[in-house]
């Protein structure tokens, strides 16, 4: 058995409401406790099952990583992630998609968070090709410019020049980043549906390569 049948063999159950709960107990010990036991398990599945999938599209290896928040001493995660990269040390520093978490719902998304190194070269290229970027990411789809909060703003609404000011930004801040993908809600029957789940991933990252490909 190969590699990637092996990673197609590992059942995937999908998120349970207490699943979502994690990131409502209080204090960082208990909250991580329960965080480990509970959803970590959930997110190497993830990260096994979809790897090989967006190592094909890519066409490079990709590497999952799952979320530690080992640099965390006071304050609780408020949400948490595998993402997938093409570096097996890390992936901050590097254009990634991400499958996560907060509370309220589930993200599946692209991302360029303010550690990476070629901001600039998507910002360039995606500024070139806005028209094209606007035409490829669905309505319902979200933008975000922060990957700590949990708000973001759907595709449809927004207006030419925010798309470009929040592209702009890459360019000139350096804490800057953008996150575009979907939101799936806790109460969706989509987020414990594990299989489909996958599906919709795999769909969703799909539809997100040639932003992928722009950062490059």
């Known amino acids: 058995m190969n590699s990637r049948t092996e990673a197609e063999a590992v059942p995937f159950t999908g998120f ?5 709960d994690v990131f409502t107990i209080p204090g960082l010990e208990a909250r991580m406790e329960a965080l480990i036991a509970r959803v970590r398990p959930k997110l190497h599945v993830l990260g096994d099952r979809l790897a090989p999938f967006l190592s094909m599209q890519c066409g490079e290896e990709m590497f999952a990583h799952v979320a ?13 992630w595998v993402a997938f990269a093409n570096n097996k040390r890390g992936y901050k520093a590097h ?11 589930l993200f599946i998304q692209f991302a360029i968070i303010y550690e990476a190194v070629n901001k600039g070269a998507f910002a360039a290229h995606a500024l070139d090709k806005l028209d094209e970027v ?12 922060d990957h700590t909060i949990p ?7 927004m207006q030419e020049d925010e798309l470009t000011s929040l592209i702009q930004r890459l360019q000139t801040v350096k804490a800057s980043e953008i ?24 769909e969703t990252f799909e539809t997100l390569m040639p932003l992928y490909r722009m950062s490059f």
């Not at 530690?68 to 948490?80: L, S």
Request: glycine share 6%; proline share 8%.
């Open 179 to 202: 996150l575009c993908g979907i939101h799936i809600k806790r109460d969706d029957p989509l987020a414990a549906d594990g299989e489909a789940l996958i599906a919709k991933a795999e």
């Open 68 to 80: 530690k928040h080992a640099r965390r001493t006071i304050n609780p995660p408020k949400d948490t």
């Open 16 to 20: 349970t409401q207490e699943d979502f």
């Open 134 to 145: 606007r035409s490829l990411v669905p309505g319902h789809y979200v933008w975000s410019g």
């Open 151 to 157: 708000d973001a703003t759907p595709h449809s609404s």
């Open 95 to 105: 254009p990634h998609f991400q499958i996560g978490m907060f509370d309220t719902h």
